[in-house]
């Protein structure tokens, strides 16, 4: 279907946090998903992918996760510079100020008048992957989908070491997750790990694995792998459209 774009504009301990959704255009009552970028923010293969979610129903609310550090309409570049750059501003924002956006988040599509307020997920791409981890601990948090999620049982995210891997147990909705057995930044070590916490713990959950490398569903980039990516998007389609 249709959709209409937005800015929106959240206050987050006095910090400006510039959010982009896209709505279905049709009028209606919609599951609201909160999308969590990677360290590159809300540049143009971020949007094509909150587009393409809402245009199956869903809206859509992507903030700028660096927000605190970047000026507001950021686009980090996806090169090596770009890279060192969002690795810092991850490394300098306090996992206390993720959580606080998530809760931010949350509020906003509750009070959306196009969301309906009990069907509400995320899904998150690298640290976006993780950061939707953590708001699965929000019992509004139906259903998560976290693709190739980044330092989960490390305690990678932020400044500190976030407890993710030890809080699975809050979990009351139900995950997906995508991996890629290629991937060198999510070794299958940690892929098991994080598996078998989720099992330990009777989360609800489905996974999904592809031959295939990091950020690999993100379409300007050289890993960009496009038969995974579509195979993908139908397992998270047909995810999100059965729980909600």
Not at 102 to 113: E, P, R, V
Request: some cysteine; glycine content about 8%.
């Amino acid at each position: 279907m249709q959709i209409t774009k937005r800015n929106v504009e959240l206050r987050v301990d006095d910090s400006l946090m510039r959010v982009y959704v896209a709505t279905p255009k049709p009028a209606g009552v919609y599951p609201g998903i909160l999308f969590y970028s990677d360290i590159y923010q809300l540049g143009g293969a971020m949007l094509r992918l909150v587009n393409y979610l809402a245009g199956f129903g869903y809206v859509v609310a992507a903030p700028e996760i660096f927000h605190r550090i970047e000026p507001i309409g950021t686009v980090i570049e996806p090169d090596d510079l770009g890279r060192m750059r969002g690795n810092d501003a991850a490394r300098r924002t306090a996992i206390a100020e993720y959580d606080a956006d998530c809760h931010a988040m949350i509020d906003f599509l509750k009070t959306d008048s196009a969301v309906d307020s009990n069907k509400i997920g995320t899904l998150g791409f690298c640290i976006g992957g993780h950061l939707a981890f953590r708001a699965a601990f929000a019992s509004e948090i139906k259903a998560s989908v976290c693709c190739y999620p980044t330092g989960i049982p490390s305690g990678k995210l932020g400044k500190g070491i976030a407890d993710s891997i030890h809080r699975v147990s809050k979990i009351t909705g139900e995950m997906l997750l995508i991996l890629g057995t290629l991937d060198p930044h999510i070794p299958e070590t940690d892929r098991k790990t994080l598996i078998t916490s989720l099992e330990q713990a009777k989360t609800r959950h489905q996974v999904y694995m592809y031959e295939a490398e990091h950020t690999f569903m993100r379409d300007d980039g050289y890993r960009y792998d496009p038969a995974a990516s579509t195979s993908a998007w139908k397992e998270i389609i047909d995810f999100l459209g059965r729980v909600f």
